[in-house]
């Protein structure tokens, strides 16, 4: 029962250690060991290998397996400094934004050693096993290092998603929420306000401006796991101004940086996509499905999850790599970006 778990103790801390290309020290693979810092590209690195970029991965060894009420990302960890190079975490998340929406019930286990837990945004409340506890900002924190086969239930709220709901909300913005989450360099603002102001226009709204800039950036650039190493000290103007494909990393901190220069607070998260559906209610999350994308902050609301990597071609890759895998089952998982865009 939910009344057995353990509710977000207060006081925050630091929500990970270590830093690296999605990875830090605490002996976890990929997405499932998410440190302090993270940096945007770097090499594949091969298929057990625990210093490659995981969010290029196309390998298929599972991670964690989940039964839950239903299909979700799977949340491991957020950013709110764009260093130009990548993301670092300034200090203990936020602790504003509300805990209200849908309750989900899931049940996650571990088939590799891990740094950090999945969950659903926004954990509430999680078991009392598994040596986890969970910051006020929402995040599961290992207390130890969790190993293979450990298990844990988590209870989450999942903010509302409906658009009608969201173009209502204003920008009534808590302080700390409008200055940490809306920072950046001053040559990543003056490189990529203007063009998020033209794209953005005649919006009404921060949904509006929200929705705009995703839709541009999934129109306009193309998705691939074969793109060189950036170039430039700027990951977010390089990608938004000279080039044409990328995967998750270059999507959601060009989409993040480029809200920012409008005022919407928004930050860089991390973590995994939904994975396969193998029965009633139960996912195997692999590798592959090692994944960033975007919250962006509502008045009122809270965090909403926005994706604006193009959904339908990263998932036409992830059943490409499980058909030439000669893996058992179906792969044919369905999943949401922004509120209202399904694609499978």
Known sequence: PAESLVPVPPGAERESSGSGSGTGSGGGFGALNVGDSTSVGGPIGSPDSRDGNPYRSQDTAVHFVVRSEESSYWRTGAFDSYTGGGWSQSGTSDDSAPIDGRRVRYRVTLKQAAGSAPTVWRPTALDESGGLALTDGGLARATEPLSADSSYTGVSRKPPRDPSVLRTSGRNYPDEIAERYTALPSDTEAALGPVASDLTADARSPYETAVRIEQWLESTKEYTL??????????????????????????????????????????????????????????????????????????????????????????????????????QGDYAPQEQGRPNETFS
Do not use: I, K
Request: contains cysteine; charged residues 20%.
């Open 226 to 327: 074969n793109v060189s190493e950036p170039a430039s000290d700027d990951v977010a103007t390089q990608f938004v101004t000279e080039m044409d494909a990328g995967y998750c990393e270059y999507f959601a901190t060009a989409m993040t940086a480029m809200l920012r220069t409008q005022g919407v607070p928004a930050r860089y998260v991390v973590g995994y996509s939904t994975g396969q559906a193998v029965g009633a209610n139960r996912y195997r999350v692999r590798a592959m499905n090692a994944h960033a994308w975007v919250e962006v902050y509502f008045a009122g609301v809270g965090w909403v999850r926005f994706d604006p990597t193009p959904g339908q071609e990263r998932l036409q890759r992830e059943r490409q790599t499980f058909r030439n895998s000669d893996l």
